[in-house]
C-alpha cells in the first residue's frame, strides 16, 4: 500500500526559504510531483520529478524552487523534496505531493496522479 507524508510546512516572512519532504511508503515509481492549493484557489501542479532526475516547474516558482528525490531500492525509504527560496505571500498554500507509477513525461497534472499525501501548510508573511 502506497502512502505519502508531507512534513516541513510552517509560517516564514517573505525573502525567506523552506524545505519540503515527503515520504514515500511503498512507492519507486517514476513520477513524483508537487501541487499546492491557495485559499480559494484551484490546486495547481508546481514542480515534478521523474525516476532519471528530468524536473519541470511552473513558471511561478521557476528558477526559486527545486525538486529533488532519494530514489531507495526499498520502497520504503523514497523521499521528494522541495527546496522553495525567496518566498512570497502568493507562495502561501497547502502543498501535497502525488505520484504516478508509469506516467512518462512526468509533468505535473492532477488527473494523472495515483497518489496524494494529505498536505503541508506554508504560511509566508509580508
Known amino acids: 500500500q502506497v502512502q505519502l507524508v508531507e512534513s516541513g510546512g510552517g509560517s516564514v516572512q517573505a525573502g525567506g526559504s523552506l524545505r519540503l519532504s515527503c515520504k514515500a511508503s511503498?512507492?519507486?515509481?517514476?513520477?513524483m510531483t508537487w501541487f499546492r492549493q491557495a485559499p480559494g484557489q484551484r490546486r495547481e501542479g508546481i514542480a515534478s520529478?521523474?525516476?532519471?532526475?528530468?524536473?519541470?516547474?511552473?513558471?511561478s516558482v521557476k528558477g526559486r524552487f527545486i525538486v529533488s528525490r532519494d530514489n531507495a531500492r526499498d520502497k520504503s525509504k523514497n523521499t521528494l523534496y522541495l527546496q522553495m527560496n525567496s518566498l512570497t505571500p502568493e507562495d502561501t498554500a497547502m502543498y501535497y505531493c502525488?505520484?504516478?507509477?508509469?506516467?512518462?513525461?512526468?509533468?505535473?497534472?492532477?488527473?494523472?496522479?495515483?497518489?496524494w499525501g494529505k498536505g503541508t501548510l506554508v504560511t509566508i508573511s509580508s
Open positions: 520529478i521523474d525516476s532519471d532526475g528530468a524536473t519541470h516547474y511552473d513558471d
Open positions: 511503498g512507492f519507486n515509481g517514476y513520477c
Open positions: 502525488a505520484a504516478a507509477e508509469y506516467n512518462d513525461p512526468c509533468f505535473s497534472i492532477e488527473l494523472e496522479m495515483e497518489y
